[in-house]
């Protein structure tokens, strides 16, 4: 561990006076970051406090409108992340960049084939490199000749992080690399971080979970409003909240709502279809019901089931003591069940055009008069929702795309919410979401139950489920393993209950 | 390197695919075009046998390969620009260009025949590094570029050729579209090995990688505007190509027989499997594609069909050979 700073350390990277702007909003203002070699350097802050700009200009991504980059204590002007790779700068940026048609051996030594002697690609040989590549870093389970898209999302992430951890990198920048990986995955990935530290490489890297930023951070530098706050040998996360947000937040995790007489209203008894089987469960009125379980165990496919996006191959589901059919999504939107899905970006939000539009999308003829959308009450429903959930942005007809993770995914919540949906299926909504606007959620969350709104919770963090939920089912292999309430509901069973047979917890 | 293995995950933990599933799956496109090409190559036959009264022979053949081969030059370009999720509506205007140039200044000594080949592919390549340029550069959408293109490249063929004429040097003729045998299918072969070496080059990669994502390329670190530029400059070349082979097989020149070959071209890579969004596809589908299309007009033809009612069949053909294409791959995916 690096308890003091060297004086005479030249930094791996800097950054120093870097600012860059996004349509009006200021995502780096004046920022300075620097990192040592050998070091691992966690950088924290709320969602849209720039770090990942940060990272997007140091990585030769983005260019900064002022300020200057340098590389070991030279001055840089990234043209492209080419120049960054040219001077050993690698980053696994947030949103993955591998080509989703092209195969994951394609993908991994992108740039580094295998040539025979005409200079042309050996593609068999350059199949036989990744898969010793990958064997060498212990991954066995990804096959380098399977196309990119046919692969999982943590998978991929696997991948590109592969990619860019054998690059011989002197800096290495990793954006949220754990979002989607699954606790063993993040282990690896740990070890793989431990051995480049000790070989010198200097390691920036984003997380929102603070066991993780505790767990391998050697200095953490904290960034808010599009600049840094500090940087620190030693935080504690209560600090780090206050620092980030610069307000006290007293709890991370809201009181649970009450729930009284509980009402049932989605009552579904043996569903399956592809990835589940037999999975019933009862929902009620004000009830927050957690779904927990290892990723790829059939929680996507019940969520979508549920919200007609996938089709069922059995079972009933009946609402509110009707039996309803919900065969694509309209039918149920229409029955009054609205989700809200973990990837944002390609299953809800429609990037280019404006928040407004966005969150009335569904609700388009609550705010029309004769087929005409009228400005007044669609601009009056926007401030509202925008105001309720705190969406924080550059005005009504920002682009979505401009946003942060975490407004996004308030501005999809608060489209369902204009919808007076009764039913909210929440998706993992919180990956990749900052502390403070977590807090935000949940807030809203306990809000929503404690007006009798039904709400069926995934998370892939057990901790969220223990301190929200008030029941949590856990799936494995397609099926309820385990419910666990009361005294029962802690995140260690609910961990224990997804790898192992429910009798034996 | 650690050796503590993740291997311990059997939900994870999948069977490596075996080798010909992989090379089945990964080219199905290009398989499903073969089986077009081989239905239709059947029912050529079926219909020239019940209308002719015996079996196409060689001068069919010969015939049928000297018209493919246009079409499948310019198809290839086309795959290259679709590839980069772009599209070229100019193929037609370049090989009217090509193909009036080469009847007018085409004359029977060895010097003329081989500077005038490398002239007209020189301009292919000019015309489309013209196309490249005002996209990859400038920025605006292929298709408004590659239609104001299309229009001026025409106008520039009726100039250079107002009434079909000019002459082509019998031993041109002999060397690209041979009469008398199916020499050009050499041609075909050598397109599909150049495909398969592009495929295998950086450029080739730079191109399959833009049409994948282009901000994903060039975090990737490539120059997407240079290998944008070039898969437009190697499509005018390929249509270039194509309007050699036009002149070379009609033994003379007209500035307008290239003008459908813009809308063929694109029927011809999307039977082949080529995705219009880009990203996805092989020349070789292409080249495939030109077959089917080819074999689709030589069917109406030999079923007497109206030539007035020619693109109405072709339409209908298409239709089925898209809904069929995706319907099957939709099913694959399914299945897998």
Same mark, same amino acid.
């Given at each position: 561990?690096?308890?003091?700073?060297?004086?005479?350390?030249?930094?791996? %990277?800097?950054?120093?006076?870097?600012?860059? &702007?996004?349509?009006?909003?200021?995502?780096?203002?004046?920022?300075?970051?620097?990192?040592?070699?050998?070091?691992?350097?966690?950088? =924290? +802050?709320?969602?849209?406090?720039?770090?990942?700009?940060?990272?997007?200009?140091? !990585? +030769?991504? =983005?260019?900064?409108?002022?300020?200057?980059?340098?590389?070991? +204590? @030279?001055?840089?002007?990234?043209?492209?992340?080419?120049?960054?790779?040219?001077?050993?700068?690698?980053? *696994?940026?947030?949103?993955?960049?591998?080509?989703?048609?092209?195969?994951?051996?394609?993908?991994?030594?992108?740039?580094?084939?295998?040539? /025979?002697? $005409?200079?042309?690609?050996?593609?068999?040989?350059?199949?036989?490199?990744?898969?010793?590549?990958?064997?060498?870093?212990?991954?066995?389970?990804?096959?380098?000749?399977?196309?990119? @898209?046919?692969?999982?999302?943590?998978?991929?992430?696997?991948?590109?992080?592969?990619?860019?951890?054998?690059?011989?990198?002197?800096?290495?920048?990793?954006?949220?690399?754990?979002?989607?990986?699954?606790?063993?995955?993040?282990?690896?990935?740990?070890?793989?971080?431990?051995?480049?530290?000790?070989?010198?490489?200097?390691?920036?890297?984003? &997380?929102?979970?603070?066991?993780?930023?505790?767990?391998?951070?050697?200095?953490?530098?904290?960034?808010?409003?599009?600049?840094?706050?500090?940087?620190?040998?030693?935080?504690?996360?209560?600090?780090?909240?206050?620092?980030?947000?610069?307000?006290? =937040?007293?709890?991370?995790?809201?009181?649970?709502?009450?729930?009284?007489?509980?009402?049932?209203?989605?009552?579904?008894?043996?569903?399956?279809?592809?990835?589940?089987?037999?999975?019933?469960?009862?929902?009620?009125?004000? @009830?927050?019901?957690?779904?927990?379980?290892?990723?790829?165990?059939?929680?996507?496919?019940?969520?979508?089931?549920?919200?007609?996006?996938?089709?069922?191959?059995?079972?009933?589901?009946?609402?509110?003591?009707?039996?309803?059919?919900?065969?694509?999504?309209?039918?149920?939107?229409?029955?009054?069940?609205?989700?809200?899905?973990?990837?944002?970006?390609?299953?809800?939000?429609?990037?280019?055009?404006?928040?407004? @539009?966005?969150?009335?999308?569904?609700?388009?003829?609550?705010?029309?008069?004769?087929?005409?959308?009228?400005?007044?009450?669609?601009?009056?429903?926007?401030?509202?929702?925008?105001?309720?959930?705190?969406?924080?942005?550059?005005?009504?007809?920002?682009? =979505?795309?401009?946003?942060?993770?975490?407004?996004?995914?308030?501005?999809?919540?608060?489209?369902?919410?204009?919808?007076?949906?009764?039913?909210?299926?929440?998706?993992?909504?919180?990956?990749?979401?900052?502390?403070?606007?977590?807090?935000?959620?949940?807030?809203?969350?306990?809000?929503?139950?404690?007006?009798?709104?039904?709400?069926?919770?995934?998370?892939?963090?057990?901790?969220?489920?223990?301190?929200?939920?008030?029941?949590?089912? %856990?799936?494995?292999?397609?099926? %309820?393993?385990?419910?666990?309430?009361?005294?029962?509901?802690?995140?260690?069973?609910? *961990?224990?209950?997804?790898?192992?047979?429910?009798?034996?917890? | 390197?650690?050796?503590?293995?993740?291997?311990?995950?059997?939900?994870?933990?999948?069977?490596?695919?075996?080798?010909?599933?992989?090379?089945?799956?990964?080219?199905?496109?290009?398989?499903?075009?073969?089986?077009?090409?081989?239905?239709?190559?059947?029912?050529?036959?079926?219909?020239?046998?019940?209308?002719?009264?015996?079996?196409?022979?060689?001068?069919?053949?010969?015939?049928?390969? /000297?018209?493919?081969?246009?079409?499948?030059?310019?198809?290839?370009?086309?795959?290259?620009?679709?590839?980069?999720?772009?599209?070229?509506?100019?193929?037609?205007?370049?090989?009217?260009?090509?193909?009036?140039?080469?009847?007018?200044?085409?004359?029977?000594?060895?010097?003329?025949?081989?500077?005038?080949?490398?002239? *007209?592919?020189?301009?292919?390549?000019?015309?489309?590094?013209?196309?490249?340029?005002?996209?990859?550069?400038?920025?605006?959408?292929?298709?408004?570029?590659?239609?104001?293109?299309?229009? #001026?490249?025409?106008?520039?063929? #009726?100039?250079?050729?107002?009434?079909?004429?000019?002459?082509?040097?019998?031993?041109?003729?002999?060397?690209?579209?041979?009469?008398?045998?199916?020499?050009?299918?050499?041609?075909?072969?050598?397109?599909?090995?150049?495909?398969?070496?592009?495929?295998?080059?950086?450029?080739?990669?730079? #191109?399959?990688?833009?049409?994948?994502?282009?901000?994903?390329?060039?975090?990737?670190?490539?120059?997407?505007?240079?290998?944008?530029?070039?898969?437009?400059?190697?499509?005018?070349?390929?249509?270039?190509?194509?309007?050699?082979?036009?002149?070379?097989?009609?033994?003379?020149?007209?500035?307008?027989?290239?003008?459908?070959?813009?809308?063929?071209?694109? %029927?011809?890579?999307?039977?082949?499997?080529?995705?219009?969004?880009?990203?996805?596809?092989?020349?070789? !589908?292409?080249?495939?594609?030109?077959?089917?299309?080819?074999?689709?007009?030589?069917?109406?033809?030999?079923?007497?069909?109206?030539?007035?009612?020619?693109?109405? $069949?072709?339409?209908?053909?298409?239709?089925?050979?898209?809904?069929?294409?995706?319907?099957?791959?939709?099913?694959?995916?399914?299945?897998?």
């Amino acid at each position: 561990m690096l308890q003091t700073v060297a004086a005479d350390l030249v930094p791996a %990277v800097e950054g120093i006076g870097l600012s860059r &702007s996004y349509g009006g909003v200021r995502a780096l203002n004046n920022a300075t970051f620097s990192a040592l070699p050998g070091e691992v350097h966690a950088l =924290v +802050g709320e969602n849209g406090a720039g770090k990942s700009t940060l990272i997007k200009v140091l !990585g +030769g991504r =983005v260019r900064p409108e002022s300020g200057t980059v340098r590389v070991m +204590g @030279e001055n840089m002007s990234f043209a492209g992340p080419h120049d960054a790779h040219r001077a050993g700068a690698w980053t *696994v940026f947030q949103e993955l960049t591998l080509l989703p048609a092209m195969t994951v051996a394609e993908n991994l030594l992108f740039g580094r084939p295998v040539r /025979n002697r $005409f200079k042309l690609i050996d593609r068999a040989g350059t199949e036989r490199a990744a898969d010793a590549l990958l064997n060498g870093l212990g991954i066995t389970y990804i096959d380098p000749r399977a196309l990119v @898209e046919d692969i999982s999302l943590a998978e991929r992430q696997v991948v590109e992080i592969a990619r860019a951890i054998t690059q011989d990198a002197k800096i290495l920048f990793l954006d949220e690399p754990t979002s989607s990986l699954v606790e063993r995955e993040v282990e690896w990935l740990f070890r793989q971080i431990r051995r480049l530290r000790a070989a010198g490489t200097s390691i920036v890297f984003t &997380s929102h979970r603070w066991h993780e930023i505790r767990n391998i951070a050697d200095r953490i530098t904290v960034f808010r409003a599009g600049r840094e706050v500090g940087t620190y040998t030693e935080l504690d996360e209560d600090h780090a909240v206050t620092l980030m947000t610069d307000r006290r =937040v007293d709890a991370l995790y809201p009181a649970r709502s009450l729930l009284l007489a509980p009402t049932p209203t989605l009552e579904v008894k043996g569903l399956a279809g592809t990835g589940i089987s037999g999975v019933s469960l009862t929902l009620h009125k004000g @009830e927050i019901l957690g779904v927990g379980g290892l990723a790829g165990h059939g929680h996507r496919e019940l969520f979508f089931m549920l919200f007609g996006a996938a089709r069922a191959a059995g079972g009933t589901v009946t609402l509110n003591g009707r039996p309803v059919r919900l065969r694509r999504p309209r039918a149920a939107i229409r029955a009054g069940i609205a989700l809200v899905p973990e990837d944002r970006k390609s299953e809800g939000l429609l990037l280019s055009i404006g928040i407004r @539009e966005n969150l009335t999308l569904s609700v388009l003829r609550r705010v029309s008069r004769f087929g005409v959308i009228g400005r007044r009450r669609e601009q009056a429903l926007c401030r509202q929702m925008v105001d309720r959930l705190r969406i924080r942005s550059g005005g009504l007809g920002a682009p =979505v795309g401009t946003l942060s993770g975490g407004n996004q995914q308030k501005v999809l919540l608060g489209r369902w919410l204009l919808t007076d949906c009764q039913i909210l299926l929440l998706y993992d909504v919180t990956r990749g979401v900052d502390v403070a606007t977590k807090h935000e959620i949940y807030d809203l969350m306990m809000r929503l139950a404690g007006q009798g709104k039904a709400i069926l919770f995934y998370s892939s963090e057990a901790e969220e489920l223990a301190h929200l939920a008030h029941r949590v089912l %856990v799936l494995r292999e397609g099926r %309820v393993a385990a419910e666990l309430s009361g005294a029962a509901l802690t995140a260690e069973r609910i *961990v224990a209950a997804s790898v192992r047979d429910h009798h034996a917890v | 390197m650690p050796s503590e293995a993740l291997a311990d995950r059997p939900a994870i933990a999948k069977p490596r695919r075996r080798a010909l599933t992989h090379g089945l799956t990964q080219n199905a496109p290009v398989l499903l075009a073969l089986t077009m090409l081989i239905v239709s190559l059947v029912l050529y036959v079926a219909i020239f046998l019940l209308t002719q009264h015996h079996l196409p022979g060689g001068f069919e053949i010969t015939t049928t390969v /000297n018209d493919t081969m246009p079409l499948a030059a310019a198809a290839a370009g086309q795959t290259l620009v679709v590839l980069t999720r772009g599209i070229d509506l100019s193929v037609g205007g370049i090989i009217d260009m090509s193909n009036a140039i080469a009847a007018v200044t085409l004359r029977d000594t060895p010097a003329s025949m081989s500077l005038v080949t490398v002239m *007209v592919l020189l301009i292919g390549a000019a015309a489309g590094l013209v196309n490249g340029l005002l996209v990859a550069v400038g920025r605006l959408q292929p298709i408004l570029v590659t239609l104001a293109t299309l229009s #001026i490249f025409q106008g520039i063929a #009726i100039r250079i050729l107002p009434q079909p004429g000019g002459s082509v040097p019998q031993i041109y003729t002999n060397i690209l579209a041979n009469p008398n045998a199916p020499w050009s299918l050499v041609y075909i072969a050598l397109l599909g090995a150049l495909w398969w070496a592009f495929r295998r080059s950086s450029l080739g990669v730079a #191109i399959l990688a833009i049409g994948n994502d282009p901000m994903a390329a060039s975090s990737n670190g490539i120059n997407v505007v240079r290998a944008r530029v070039m898969a437009y400059v190697l499509a005018g070349m390929l249509a270039a190509a194509g309007g050699l082979f036009l002149a070379a097989s009609a033994t003379g020149g007209d500035a307008t027989t290239g003008d459908s070959f813009t809308l063929r071209s694109i %029927v011809a890579i999307v039977l082949g499997g080529v995705s219009l969004f880009g990203g996805r596809g092989s020349a070789v !589908g292409g080249i495939i594609g030109a077959f089917i299309t080819i074999m689709i007009a030589n069917l109406l033809f030999f079923a007497h069909v109206n030539q007035l009612y020619e693109s109405f $069949f072709e339409g209908v053909f298409l239709l089925i050979a898209v809904v069929a294409a995706s319907g099957i791959g939709y099913l694959a995916r399914r299945r897998a």
